[in-house]
């Protein structure tokens, strides 16, 4: 089964200092992979996604993300953090719907971690 | 440009009771999903559609639960005989393109349901 898993319920981290967010992933084939922030009573946004190529991706916001197929690890990072990236943060993976037709594909999302920046 | 949006964003229902929660998807938006999301959890999918094709409803917990997307545009999430696990966060997400490996799905705010 197509699953990821975020280690990490919470992090803290002060402001002005680096951020990791980790992410493992277990697919069978190539991996598609997804960052979303969710802040209070909002929707999931967007913040960057690998299909294929350069390891490092770069997002919304200063973010950015690192796959390293050797770990099976996309974590995202920041190299500055701010108070305002104090949010939810979900890793999801591209999962194909069965008997769907070519292209159907949902997302299987992680637990989530809680980003703290502290002032 | 406008994003997904979906109403009511709250919703308190007494156990029994039938709920109607709706999804207005980016225009254009060929694909559209309903994602379950309990507290303290990650989304959990429940349903797919292509245009007005329910393609995929192998998410949905219960037969009390029924989606549709008559015209291929606007989506209704319904769920009869309410119970208090149906508490949760309802999430709809769209996107563009009907066969892509890249396509992105952009969410909406949600609807937090609440049983009692």
């Known amino acids: 089964a197509q699953s990821v898993a975020q280690p990490e319920d919470q992090v803290n981290v002060a402001e002005g200092n680096p951020l990791t967010v980790k992410c493992t992933y277990s697919v069978s084939g190539n991996p598609y992979l997804f960052w979303y922030v969710q802040y209070p009573n909002r929707g999931l946004q967007f913040l960057l996604k690998y299909i294929t190529g350069d390891n490092l991706v770069k997002g919304s916001y200063g973010f950015e993300a690192e796959f390293n197929k050797s770990q099976t690890s996309f974590h995202l990072k920041k190299p500055s953090a701010l108070v305002s990236d104090s949010a939810l943060y979900f890793c999801?993976?591209?999962?194909?719907?069965?008997?769907?037709?070519?292209?159907?594909?949902?997302?299987?999302f992680g637990k989530g971690t809680k980003l703290s920046v502290i002032p | 440009g406008a994003g997904v949006s979906q109403s009511p964003r709250y919703k308190v229902a007494k156990r029994g009771q039938d709920v109607a929660l709706r999804c207005d998807p980016i225009?254009?938006?060929?694909?559209l999903f309903w994602y379950q999301q309990a507290l303290g959890q990650g989304p959990e999918f429940l349903t797919y559609f292509q245009n007005e094709a329910q393609l995929d409803k192998s998410g949905l917990p219960s037969d009390r639960f029924f989606a549709e997307r008559p015209e291929g545009s606007v989506s209704t999430l319904k769920i009869q005989r309410t119970q208090q696990e149906d508490s949760a966060v309802y999430l709809c997400a769209s996107s563009l393109v009907l066969d892509s490996s890249t396509d992105t799905q952009y969410f909406g705010p949600g609807t937090r349901l609440t049983v009692l």
């Open positions: 999801a993976v591209r999962v194909p719907i069965p008997y769907s037709g070519a292209g159907s594909y949902q997302l299987t």
């Open positions: 225009s254009g938006h060929v694909s």
